[in-house]
């Protein structure tokens, strides 16, 4: 079993590696450190492929990572994939392959998709029939917050709303993660919103969550008012209401906008408990994670 602590640890040091190496003005194609790379099936519960791979340059794309390491069909002129490892997209519904760069997903075909190492790439292959456009996913910990996305590093802005003591941990959390902490207005930030459900409802982003996993790309909602919180399925429905003082970490975008974290719960418990899942080993390969008194559980519930 792979110890997702200590890959978190090398990923860092490879981040390290390709910003010292970047500052020694390397031409095009020069090696620009490392990459991880991860292929998973049904949203993250079946895992096909995880590695570090390493001697990654300026001239390589996500799709070129991808096929030297795994076997890989493609289609549109070989911009997208078609297979990896035997498993074939539909191509017009049902179940493709989907890739997210430090946890975002990316709106351009893998052999567009420019490296600058340091990256996490997630491969999922999923039934999109529902959650077509799932734009940010907390699997990719602890990007987007250690390295930015896109090709820039981004600040993180932490907002509380009544957290008490989970907001002290989560921008502990963060900062051992690597992410720099600037004002809650700071323009172009990554923001994390930290609080009771009822008390973040009303914000930009977070509002996002209660309309549904078409917009928000998130497989959780609050229901009796914020006093429940609910897990849904692969389709939108409603698989599962969790207990008293239940938390969630979710992950949301709107268009071009920063990405948006959400540590809430029904209450300051259930946002405590939100807080104690930004590890590595609680939020990997998982697209949003609920938690109450019986554990931590990903969504969609399948």
């Keep these: 079993m792979t110890d997702r602590r200590g890959m978190a640890v090398a990923i860092a040091l490879l981040l390290a590696a390709s910003i010292a190496a970047a500052g020694c003005g390397l031409g095009p194609g020069e090696d620009v450190g490392g990459v991880e790379l991860t292929v998973t099936r049904d949203y993250g519960t079946v895992p096909m492929l995880h590695r570090l791979v390493g001697d990654v340059t300026e001239a390589d794309t996500v799709m070129r990572v991808l096929e030297r390491n795994a076997d890989v069909s493609t289609r549109y002129g070989g911009g997208f994939v078609q297979s990896i490892d035997g498993y074939e997209g539909s191509?017009?519904?049902?179940?493709?392959w989907f890739?997210?760069?430090n946890g975002l997903w990316a709106p351009i075909g893998?052999?567009?998709f420019k490296l600058h190492g340091g990256e996490t790439i997630w491969w999922d292959y999923r039934d999109w029939s529902v959650?077509?456009?799932?734009a940010a996913a907390v699997g990719s910990w602890p990007q987007p917050f250690a390295s930015g996305y896109e090709g820039s590093f981004h600040p993180t802005a932490v907002?509380?709303?009544g957290a008490g003591a989970a907001c002290g941990e989560v921008k502990a959390r963060l900062e051992d993660a690597g992410a720099e902490l600037?004002?809650?207005d700071t323009a172009g930030a990554i923001r994390v919103l930290v609080g009771p459900w009822s008390r973040i409802e009303a914000d930009r982003d977070a509002s996002l969550l209660a309309r549904g996993i078409e917009i928000?790309?998130?497989f959780g909602e609050f229901g009796d008012g914020g006093g429940t919180l609910l897990g849904l399925d692969e389709h939108g429905d409603v698989a599962r209401r969790f207990g008293p003082h239940a938390g969630l970490v979710a992950a949301v975008r709107w268009e071009d906008k920063?990405?948006?974290?959400?540590?809430?719960?029904v209450d300051t418990a259930g946002a405590a408990a939100a807080a104690d899942l930004l590890d590595a080993d609680s939020l990997r390969d998982h697209y949003t994670v609920a938690v109450d008194e019986k554990g931590e559980t990903a969504l969609p519930l399948r």
């Design 91 to 96: 191509g017009g519904g049902g179940h493709d």
């Design 99 to 101: 890739y997210y760069v």
């Design 110 to 112: 893998a052999a567009d």
């Design 131 to 134: 959650g077509e456009r799932v």
């Design 159 to 161: 907002s509380c709303f």
């Design 182 to 184: 600037v004002a809650a």
């Design 216 to 218: 928000s790309g998130a």
């Design 258 to 265: 920063p990405p948006a974290w959400l540590i809430t719960g």
